[in-house]
């Protein structure tokens, strides 16, 4: 079964620390992507990643970076971690080498800054 | 701007009645056209996605209609079922651009016994 694994479920941390999200995927896709998901405001992209080491913003980057260095791990971080960044984060994955090109997600991770 | 609106937001319906789930676009560019489907505590799942080349897409209780002309696509849920009760998303993406997705707000389906 192919997976999007992110690796925790659930974090707090303290405003101004900084946070990192960690996603795997095993289903050797070429590109991935953070989003978060805020109730009423959908899903809005941060960053995505078309290769290793390659990055390109999304439509909401401030405050935030990405590492991908090898193909299958893409972190997101938060340099300084606000308040108004406690959200839902969800990771997604999928390859160019199908017709379609429809996201596998992980579970997400569930970020409350305090 | 908004990309993809997507209408209503919250949806509740019979079970076995019809489930019908709006979203309109504005960059003609958009070349696939995805559902998602979460339940809560999940990631989004892939339902059922459409290209701009065919009008219709079913699977299952499922169906995609697309309108070209219009800029709208719209999910049908068929005998709607308890289990079907989440969120539904719709998106569009542009193949060129590694395949990122613009996302509706969604959609919160709650099927009535």
């Known amino acids: 079964d192919v997976k999007v694994t992110q690796s925790s479920r659930y974090l707090v941390k303290r405003t101004g620390e900084k946070v990192f999200l960690e996603c795997v995927q095993d289903?050797?896709?070429?590109?991935m992507f953070w989003y978060r998901q805020d109730p009423g405001l959908g899903l809005r992209l941060i960053y995505f990643s078309y290769d290793v080491k390659m990055k390109e913003k999304g439509d909401i980057p401030e405050g935030y970076s990405v590492s991908r260095e090898k193909k299958e791990r893409f972190s997101l971080i938060l340099e300084s971690a606000s308040t108004n960044q406690t959200s839902m984060y969800l990771c997604?994955?999928?390859?160019?080498?199908?017709?379609?090109?429809?996201?596998?997600f992980g579970s997400g991770t569930r970020l409350t800054v305090v | 701007q908004q990309q993809v609106k997507q209408s209503p937001q919250s949806l509740i319906v019979q079970k076995g009645g019809i489930s019908i789930i709006n979203c309109a676009y504005e960059n003609t560019a958009f070349d696939y056209f995805p559902w998602y489907q979460q339940f809560p505590g999940k990631g989004p799942a892939l339902l059922i996605a459409i290209r701009p080349d065919v009008s219709e897409k079913k699977e299952g209780r499922f169906t995609i209609s697309f309108n070209k002309s219009a800029k709208q696509f719209s999910l049908h849920i068929m005998d709607s079922q308890p289990g079907d009760s989440a969120t539904y998303f719709c998106a569009a993406s542009i193949g060129t651009n590694a395949g990122k997705s613009t996302f509706g707000d969604g959609t919160t389906l709650t099927v009535k016994p």
């Open positions: 997604a994955s999928n390859t160019y080498r199908r017709t379609n090109y429809g996201y596998t």
């Open positions: 289903m050797d896709h070429e590109n």
